[in-house]
């Protein structure tokens, strides 16, 4: 695929002419950035097993994924991969943030061009085996106990390997192979119906994992764009912050999650809201069952019902079909499961380094220091869900109709609540991982621009380094130098900084603004303006985007 033609430019110039931008407003260097990111997962991938790269095992097929024979050539050093990813990671998000620039700076790729491109890019990462996290090998060994005949909501992998022999299972690695699943119903079949596909080889059984990966990533980003239908501008950002984002590609795709499960069906919730209620409950009912987590999209369909009980009502009953039938009756142990996440703290996010001061430091033991972390970030998450509330802009999900109010728009409402309440969680839980960041970057990218493209580009690209690599595996101590202060130093200070950029955005948009019409004597709540969706002519719908991305520079 020729890089130009993916240009449109709205001066009249012929695609492939230089650009008058400079390098970090240039749509080129920012869409080849993103390549390069890309092309970088998959070399490493296809150099074969790696600190970074998992061992599948025996190929007795001709599935994917693909990688150069180990027996031939000698394993990758572990320095040179892992420095590769790194940089891969940091130029992807680079590329991206110079994308966003050139789009403030009136960039026009057509979002149909830019989709085509990130299901190339990630169509082919499942080509090669996953990467740094091996999380991908225990959805094969809790699909393998299934097979087996064994719950694995009530049962460990290492409970049945330590015992006897099994061709899946001995491929599983640390640290979650003593750990029952914590992963919905719904993904719980996924695993399943992979081991049935791919039988006893775990190379085939990835396979398909990453399959059911792909599949729902990309039904999710088609469901973000279609949400942004109506602007083609939106719908270009919409693209770019999904399918074409090697952020989300590298956290979901590469490294063989399964985050987008649940979001695909919240997302179908989002787009039934004007229309069926009862059919969005459906949706984010299946979410729910495929992750728990989701629920914070379910309490912001809810609120955008608020002022209409019987759409809430049918919002509720929709939800309860699903989850009544998965966590009570078809997999009535997988509720409690899921909630254990609330005991974990993850290396990399801001309570990290507070863990260990608590723990080593003031010597308070883990099951109390947790439980003070998790009081701490469920009052950081309220206030920090407010702060956004304050400063986050309220713009008109696209379809809306001529002379509505957004603030009685369903799916406006619900976007908007939803990304306050996914990014509030993110910043402040003490587990968090960069794939969880896919809640957050659905309603962001149809929301329009703000601060947060920037903060979320680079906390996501500093957590998906810090697990660079992400495995239990032997390391030299040069790499195990990098990695540690890439997990304890690195990472954290960027998650506190976050932190402080959200607050400070609240206290410059909201804070010194309210105190200067105190000090004025001007009311401190001023007329609400009017919101009221105008019907569009060429010359208003032209101004109104323009407008929409000049809100917020990236």
Same mark, same amino acid.
């Given at each position: 695929?020729?890089?130009?033609?993916?240009?449109?430019?709205?001066?009249?110039?012929?695609?492939?002419? =230089?650009?008058?931008?400079?390098?970090?407003?240039?749509?080129?260097?920012?869409?080849?950035?993103?390549?390069?990111?890309?092309?970088?997962?998959?070399?490493? $991938?296809?150099?074969?097993?790696?600190?970074?790269?998992?061992?599948?095992?025996?190929?007795?097929?001709?599935?994917?994924?693909?990688?150069? =024979?180990?027996?031939?050539?000698?394993?990758?050093d572990e320095l040179a991969v892992s420095v590769a990813v790194l940089l891969?990671?940091?130029?992807?998000?680079?590329?991206?943030?110079?994308?966003?620039?050139?789009?403030?700076?009136?960039?026009?790729?057509?979002?149909?061009?830019?989709?085509?491109? $990130?299901?190339?890019?990630?169509?082919?990462?499942?080509?090669?085996?996953?990467?740094?996290?091996?999380?991908?090998?225990?959805?094969?060994?809790?699909?393998?106990?299934?097979?087996l005949g064994r719950n694995p909501y009530d049962i460990t992998p290492a409970?049945?390997?330590?015992?006897? !022999?099994?061709?899946?299972?001995?491929?599983?690695?640390?640290?979650?192979?003593?750990?029952?699943?914590?992963?919905?119903?719904?993904?719980?079949?996924?695993?399943?119906?992979?081991?049935?596909?791919?039988?006893?080889?775990?190379?085939?059984?990835?396979?398909?994992?990453?399959?059911?990966?792909?599949?729902?990533?990309?039904?999710?980003?088609?469901?973000?764009?279609?949400?942004?239908?109506?602007?083609?501008?939106?719908?270009s950002r919409a693209a770019l912050l999904s399918i074409c984002n090697p952020?989300?590609?590298?956290?979901?795709?590469?490294?063989?999650?399964?985050?987008?499960? &649940?979001?695909?069906?919240?997302?179908?919730?989002?787009?039934?809201?004007?229309?069926?209620?009862?059919?969005?409950?459906?949706?984010?009912?299946?979410?729910?069952?495929?992750?728990?987590?989701?629920?914070?999209?379910?309490?912001?369909?809810?609120?955008? !019902?608020?002022?209409?009980?019987?759409?809430?009502?049918?919002?509720?009953?929709?939800?309860?079909?699903?989850?009544?039938?998965?966590?009570?009756?078809?997999?009535?142990?997988?509720?409690?499961?899921?909630?254990?996440?609330?005991?974990?703290?993850?290396?990399?996010?801001?309570?990290?380094?507070?863990?260990?001061?608590?723990?080593?430091?003031?010597?308070?033991?883990?099951?109390? &220091?947790?439980?003070?972390?998790?009081?701490?970030?469920?009052?950081?998450?309220?206030?920090?869900?407010?702060?956004?509330?304050?400063?986050?802009?309220?713009?008109?999900?696209?379809?809306?109709? =001529?002379?509505?109010?957004?603030?009685?728009?369903?799916?406006?409402?619900?976007?908007?609540?939803?990304?306050?309440?996914?990014?509030?969680?993110?910043?402040?839980?003490?587990?968090?991982?960069?794939? !969880?960041?896919?809640?957050?970057?659905?309603?962001?990218?149809?929301?329009?621009?703000?601060?947060?493209?920037?903060?979320?580009?680079?906390?996501?690209?500093?957590?998906?380094?810090?697990?660079?690599?992400?495995?239990?595996?032997?390391?030299?101590?040069?790499?195990?130098?990098?990695?540690?202060?890439?997990?304890?130093?690195?990472?954290?200070?960027?998650?506190?900084?976050?932190?402080?950029?959200?607050?400070?955005?609240?206290?410059?948009?909201?804070?010194?603004?309210?105190?200067?019409?105190?000090?004025? $004597?001007?009311?401190?709540?001023?007329?609400?303006?009017?919101?009221?969706?105008?019907?569009?002519?060429?010359?208003?719908?032209?101004?109104?985007?323009?407008?929409?991305?000049?809100?917020?520079?990236?």
């Amino acid at each position: 695929m020729r890089l130009p033609n993916l240009l449109t430019r709205p001066d009249g110039r012929h695609p492939g002419a =230089p650009a008058a931008a400079v390098w970090h407003r240039d749509n080129r260097v920012g869409l080849a950035l993103i390549l390069a990111s890309v092309a970088t997962t998959l070399v490493v $991938g296809f150099l074969g097993p790696s600190v970074v790269t998992l061992t599948l095992g025996d190929r007795t097929s001709l599935l994917p994924p693909y990688y150069l =024979p180990t027996k031939w050539l000698p394993e990758p050093d572990e320095l040179a991969v892992s420095v590769a990813v790194l940089l891969g990671i940091a130029v992807g998000a680079l590329g991206v943030w110079i994308c966003l620039r050139a789009m403030a700076d009136g960039w026009r790729p057509h979002h149909r061009r830019l989709f085509g491109l $990130g299901a190339v890019m990630s169509t082919a990462t499942i080509m090669v085996p996953p990467l740094t996290s091996a999380d991908i090998l225990m959805y094969a060994g809790y699909g393998r106990l299934q097979v087996l005949g064994r719950n694995p909501y009530d049962i460990t992998p290492a409970e049945i390997f330590r015992s006897q !022999y099994d061709p899946v299972l001995a491929l599983t690695e640390e640290p979650w192979r003593d750990t029952p699943s914590v992963y919905g119903p719904i993904t719980s079949w996924t695993q399943w119906f992979s081991n049935v596909l791919g039988g006893e080889n775990m190379h085939d059984v990835v396979f398909w994992l990453q399959v059911f990966c792909l599949v729902p990533f990309l039904l999710t980003c088609a469901g973000v764009v279609w949400l942004a239908h109506g602007d083609p501008k939106l719908q270009s950002r919409a693209a770019l912050l999904s399918i074409c984002n090697p952020l989300l590609i590298w956290a979901v795709v590469a490294s063989g999650h399964n985050e987008a499960q &649940s979001v695909m069906f919240a997302v179908l919730g989002l787009m039934l809201m004007r229309k069926s209620p009862f059919g969005a409950g459906i949706g984010i009912g299946l979410a729910g069952c495929a992750k728990l987590s989701i629920g914070l999209y379910g309490l912001a369909m809810l609120w955008a !019902y608020r002022r209409e009980p019987k759409k809430a009502l049918l919002l509720c009953l929709g939800a309860l079909v699903p989850i009544g039938l998965a966590y009570g009756v078809w997999q009535p142990t997988a509720l409690l499961q899921v909630l254990r996440n609330t005991t974990y703290v993850s290396a990399g996010g801001w309570a990290s380094p507070v863990y260990g001061l608590l723990t080593q430091v003031l010597h308070i033991p883990p099951p109390r &220091s947790t439980a003070l972390l998790n009081v701490v970030a469920l009052v950081m998450l309220v206030v920090v869900a407010w702060m956004l509330s304050r400063v986050l802009p309220w713009r008109a999900a696209p379809g809306l109709r =001529p002379g509505t109010d957004p603030m009685s728009d369903p799916i406006t409402v619900a976007l908007r609540t939803a990304l306050l309440l996914s990014v509030g969680w993110l910043v402040t839980s003490i587990y968090t991982l960069s794939w !969880y960041d896919l809640i957050a970057w659905v309603p962001l990218a149809v929301i329009g621009a703000t601060q947060l493209d920037r903060l979320f580009l680079w906390r996501g690209a500093l957590l998906s380094m810090a697990f660079v690599p992400g495995r239990a595996v032997e390391m030299g101590p040069a790499l195990d130098f990098l990695a540690a202060r890439m997990r304890d130093t690195a990472s954290p200070v960027v998650q506190w900084g976050v932190l402080v950029m959200i607050v400070l955005w609240w206290r410059r948009m909201w804070l010194l603004p309210r105190r200067e019409l105190k000090k004025l $004597g001007v009311p401190v709540q001023p007329p609400r303006e009017s919101l009221l969706v105008t019907p569009a002519t060429p010359t208003s719908a032209s101004s109104a985007s323009s407008a929409s991305s000049a809100t917020e520079r990236p």
